[in-house]
T-cell receptor, first 116, second 109 residues
């Protein structure tokens, strides 16, 4: 059973370009979470999605960032007009359907974004 | 606000048990206690979680006090590969995990 997959693993963008980060959840998981880890800091929650729905985006910056989890295909975290401060490791996690029961999240290897 | 308190760092001798404490004195009745670890800059790895009862799996044991205000993660026979930052997280049945600063565990030969 493959784990959570993220690609690319490393991404370099110049200031002002767009970054697209992809996440394929574990098989059978319908919930996806995105977290960001700035250098030398802890992980910060960004957004929680189910298929075709954003459940909680309280951690997303108000501008330039968006996320989707379409019916088919991976979840996408999109950053428009990147700035140097966006340089970080972005981790995706997935879990089974909730239904009021607590299920653990499994994390991918992350995408390391560098903005030059 | 992670709402949990952990020591900043701990050392453990290889082969010995590592006991990592966590204080979560304001935990509510329906919140679980989760433990994750992050080795170097890899993605966090799920270890174990529990609500009221003690839990054990192939990686570790989780001891939760009767009042649920604190817990201890036990790695029974620590190896060098267990060197990592360990996060104690409280969470409900859905939604995000709030990571604090964790405990940096160094396993020494």
């Amino acid at each position: 059973n493959a784990g959570v997959m993220q690609n690319p693993r490393h991404l370099v963008r110049r200031r002002g370009q767009e970054a697209r980060l992809r996440c394929s959840p574990m098989k059978g998981h319908s919930h996806v979470y995105w977290y960001r880890q700035l250098p030398e800091e802890g992980l910060k929650f960004m957004v929680y999605l189910q298929k075709e729905n954003i459940i909680d985006e309280s951690g997303m910056p108000k501008e330039r960032f968006s996320a989707e989890f379409p019916k088919e295909g991976p979840s996408i975290l999109r950053i428009q007009q990147v700035v140097r401060g966006d340089s970080a490791a972005y981790f995706c996690a997935s879990s089974q359907q909730q239904d009021g029961v607590s299920y653990e999240q499994y994390f991918g290897p992350g995408t390391r974004l560098t903005v030059t | 606000d992670a709402k949990t308190t952990q020591p900043t760092s701990m050392d453990c001798a290889e082969g010995r048990a590592a006991n990592l404490p966590c204080n979560h004195s304001t935990i509510s009745g329906n919140e679980y206690v989760y433990w994750y670890r992050q080795i170097h800059s890899q993605g966090p790895q799920y270890i174990i979680h529990g609500l009221k009862n003690n839990e054990t799996n192939e990686m570790a044991s989780l001891i939760i006090t009767e009042d649920r205000k604190s817990s201890t993660l036990i790695l029974p026979h620590a190896t060098l590969r267990d060197t990592a930052v360990y996060y104690c997280i409280r969470g409900g049945s859905q939604g995000n995990l709030i990571f604090g600063k964790g405990t940096k565990l160094s396993v020494k030969p």
